[in-house]
């Protein structure tokens, strides 16, 4: 945001990069041990999204300033910091237990991941299932890619009017303010694939989410190089009618598999949760 006639200084971008990498990595949705890093940033805020990457985009420069400029908040970042990389990088139960074993990677697709109210692209059990088993995946070192859609809107909001009826709103989700990066190729573009469909092609792009030790990555078509009707595939989550969920699952199999080989990924088991992406079998 632009900041008119404020003379408060930067913080260090080494800072705010620390910050910034913490806020992103979803480990924060299960191991609450940063809670009060972020309640320290914006009290208020925090109690109301409890949402990293939401405090740190919304706070103003002269709280983060004073917050920076605190030696506790900053030791505490310190910690929190290493705790994170260590976690990454310590042998668990997977590694331990099968140090030699043959399984070095499993493809996770599902059409939903319930991780975190801050990334809304579930409804319910389902998602609940995939987001739990990514989580559990981190915190046991088990070698787990996820591959799902990140929706315009996703599922619908339920809302009980004064008449006791449901009202279903879809509210936006604005890549901006989800913990996804876009997924960048070495010469520093961002991936996006082709696939074709009858008649016509439609261009997917491509977000990563850190889940821990785990990467989530998910696909949509709202990329410009579409026309309307095609960006709207992936916007809603089990909306529109057959055609719809039928494109939406060779977006998820199809593209889901492409984006591995993209990668260099070659998994050594496809695990499908239900079967919304069997097209990634084809």
Same mark, same amino acid.
């Given at each position: 945001?632009?900041? #008119? ?10 800072? =705010? ?12 949705? @299960? ?13 208020? #805020?925090?109690?109301?999204? &409890?949402?990293?990457?939401? $405090? ?6 002269? /709280? ?88 315009? +809107? ?17 509210? +936006? &989700? ?9 997924? $960048? ?6 991936? /996006? ?13 491509? @977000?990563? $989410?850190?889940?821990?030790? =785990?990467?989530?990555?998910? #696909? ?6 579409? =026309? ?25 199999? =199809? ?13 050594? $088991?496809?695990?499908? &949760? ?9």
């Amino acid at each position: 945001p632009t900041t #008119l006639g404020s003379a408060t200084p930067p913080a260090p971008p080494q800072q =705010i990069a620390a910050l910034t990498e913490l806020a992103m990595d979803l480990r924060w949705s @299960w191991n609450h041990s940063m809670d009060e890093l972020w309640r320290r940033l914006d009290p208020a #805020l925090w109690a109301l999204t &409890n949402h990293p990457s939401v $405090v740190l985009q919304t706070v103003t420069r002269e /709280r983060l300033a004073t917050a920076l400029a605190d030696p506790d908040f900053c030791q505490l970042l310190e910690r929190m910091l290493e705790a994170k990389r260590q976690a990454e990088v310590a042998p668990r139960w997977f590694q331990e237990r099968y140090p030699q074993g043959p399984l070095n990677c499993v493809a996770y697709f599902c059409m939903e991941f319930m991780l975190s109210e801050a990334l809304p692209i579930y409804s319910g059990g389902l998602g609940n299932v995939a987001g739990d088993q990514l989580k559990a995946a981190s915190d046991l070192g088990v070698p787990v890619i996820g591959i799902g859609l990140l929706y315009q +809107h996703g599922y619908f909001r339920q809302v009980i009017d004064r008449n006791g009826a449901q009202q279903a709103l879809y509210p +936006h &989700n604005d890549p901006g303010q989800l913990p996804v990066t876009p997924v $960048v190729q070495p010469n520093g573009e961002w991936l /996006r694939l082709e696939i074709a469909l009858p008649g016509y092609s439609v261009w997917v792009r491509t @977000w990563q $989410v850190q889940v821990g030790r =785990i990467k989530l990555y998910l #696909l949509d078509t709202n990329d410009a190089a579409n =026309i309307p009707a095609h960006r709207g595939i992936t916007s809603e989550l089990y909306g529109g009618g057959q055609e719809l969920r039928l494109k939406q699952e060779i977006v998820l199999g =199809i593209g889901g598999w492409r984006l591995l080989a993209a990668l260099g990924i070659r998994p050594d $088991v496809c695990h499908l &949760n239900e079967g919304h992406a069997g097209f990634a079998l084809l």
